[in-house]
């Protein structure tokens, strides 16, 4: 298989490559110090397993192979981790393949016989049981045929049109691959559904107000670079709209 090892600290890169290139059955074709460089090589090198550490710098393991499920033929995964308890466990009640720090050749052999991909579901399950934040910082988009994240911190708002979701954030809009209940569930601290087809970020709301025709309206800071389009508010939504502006 080829295998893509991800690692912040180099000394732990050098020891799995080392190990692989000693077993003569695997190659290493690339090497990242994190996840968005992990993302990046994994996209142009396809690899067939990704040898990932969980706990890196800017976007962690958990968050790295979520978005993997990005990628049209997505990578299997192996975590590799210092010793945590919980974390294991969660590994192990979910059929996770993991590896312990210091790295062992048995354990090494035996999780790359186990590797597999992970839904987010799974990784989700993880986080939750581990103690890991379930929530990524980021949500990933094509554009021009290259994977870009977006952080969760820019984005104004998503919505729904029939089976695509559109992200509006600081830098413009793209299309992204999930739902918007997923988007709802994922980020309901910080994002509030306004009608059936849209989650507007509580902390970009600037105010309420009534249009001609008697409906609520949602005014946004900084809204589509400065296009004021009206975004109303359903009926249904109107009241946990005003509950969540009490608590902002």
């Given at each position: 298989m080829n295998i893509l090892i991800v690692d912040d600290e180099a000394p732990a890169r050098d020891r799995l490559r080392q190990m692989i290139g000693d077993s003569g059955e695997h190659s290493v074709v690339g090497e990242a110090g994190n996840g968005q460089q992990a993302l990046l090589m994994a996209e142009k090198l396809?690899?067939?397993?990704?040898?990932?550490?969980?706990?890196?710098?800017?976007?962690?393991?958990?968050?790295?192979?979520?978005?993997?499920?990005?990628?049209d033929?997505?990578?299997?995964?192996?975590?590799?981790?210092a010793y945590d308890e919980y974390a294991i466990?969660?590994?192990?009640?979910?059929?996770?393949?993991?590896?312990?720090k210091p790295v062992r050749r048995e354990r090494l052999d035996k999780a790359l016989r186990q590797a597999a991909r992970l839904s987010r579901e799974k990784l989700g399950a993880v986080a939750a049981q581990s103690g890991m934040p379930e929530q990524r910082a980021h949500v990933c988009t094509r554009r021009q045929g290259e994977l870009k994240l977006i952080p969760i911190t820019d984005v104004l708002r998503f919505v729904a049109d029939q089976k695509y979701?559109?992200?509006?954030?600081?830098?413009?809009?793209?299309?992204?691959?999930?739902s918007l209940k997923s988007l709802e569930k994922e980020f309901a601290a910080q994002f509030v559904r306004i009608h059936r087809g849209a989650l507007v970020a509580v902390s970009r709301i600037e105010a309420l107000s009534r249009n001609d025709d008697g409906q609520l309206e949602v005014r946004l800071r900084d809204h589509d670079k400065g296009r004021q389009l009206p975004l109303i508010v359903s009926r249904r939504h109107v009241a946990e709209l005003r509950r969540r502006l009490k608590g902002k």
């Open positions: 396809r690899p067939d397993v990704v040898l990932l550490d969980i706990r890196m710098p800017g976007i962690d393991g958990i968050e790295t192979a979520q978005h993997f499920n990005a990628f033929d997505p990578p299997a995964v192996v975590f590799t981790t466990q969660a590994f192990e009640a979910n059929a996770v393949g993991y590896i312990l979701v559109t992200v509006i954030h600081n830098n413009g809009e793209d299309l992204i691959d999930d």
